[in-house]
């Protein structure tokens, strides 16, 4: 299985400033992801991160709130723009299992607090 | 209609019992299936795949029922460590995962 790192693995961040999350993986992989999981929600999937191409997002997600940068493909970063309170959550990255499968294995997340 | 419709629990069962676990999903286009067990504070792990004829990796027995929509997850002779939140996950052919809210499970001395 891959090993995935995130950083950074919490920050508290003033409303109206951007916060940028590093995922890092041991391994070359085709496809990275980006999810969400609000306080006592589950995960969403914000976007699929291309290599050499620009990333692919969900209903109710924009390049302009969270533009994503792919630029090898052991490494992403999300952006998450202009934050407000609502942007509290933990931000999860995760990689495929080398297209193999469907499966997928996960950053440790950063816990992102907005005042 | 949710897509994916999980009992949150939580489930409070005595150490050594068997608990299981139903998901229901409402579209039929669904492909794959998997439970992803996810620890207080820490990242979602692949626990099984769940396949039409059924499948079982040690205490842990997955089942898929195409005809009715619904994935089941058997664990027997729980373990304390068995304590955590299950979730229900599938896919339609491409790579994004779909996940369930989660059912939490305490298992108690």
């Known amino acids: 299985s891959a090993v995935i790192s995130q950083k950074p693995s919490r920050d508290i961040c003033q409303r109206g400033t951007s916060l940028t999350i590093q995922c890092q993986v041991d391994?070359?992989?085709?496809?990275m992801f980006w999810y969400r999981q609000q306080p006592g929600q589950s995960l969403t999937l914000i976007a699929t991160?291309?290599?050499?191409?620009?990333?692919?997002?969900e209903s109710g997600f924009v390049i302009d709130k969270f533009p994503i940068s792919r630029p090898n493909l052991t490494f992403s970063t999300l952006t998450v723009s202009n934050m407000s309170p609502e942007d509290s959550s933990i931000y999860l990255c995760?990689?495929?299992?080398?297209?193999?499968?469907?499966?997928?294995?996960f950053g440790p997340g950063t816990r992102l607090t907005v005042l | 209609r949710k897509e994916v419709e999980q009992d949150p629990g939580p489930f409070n069962v005595p150490e050594g019992a068997t608990v299981a676990f139903n998901c229901t999903y409402s579209n039929s286009a669904s492909q794959s299936f998997f439970w992803y067990r996810q620890d207080c504070r820490k990242e979602p792990k692949l626990l099984m795949s769940v396949y039409s004829s059924g499948n079982e990796d040690g205490r842990f027995t997955a089942q898929l029922n195409r005809a009715s929509q619904y994935i089941s997850l058997l664990i027997r002779d729980s373990k304390l460590s068995d304590s955590a939140t299950y979730l229900c996950?599938?896919?339609?052919?491409?790579?994004?995962?779909?996940f369930g809210k989660g059912t939490s499970l305490l298992v108690t001395p």
């Open positions: 391994s070359q992989v085709t496809m």
């Open positions: 995760s990689v495929d299992n080398r297209g193999l499968t469907d499966t997928q294995y």
């Open positions: 991160a291309n290599q050499g191409s620009e990333a692919t997002y």
């Open positions: 996950v599938w896919t339609n052919s491409g790579y994004a995962l779909n």
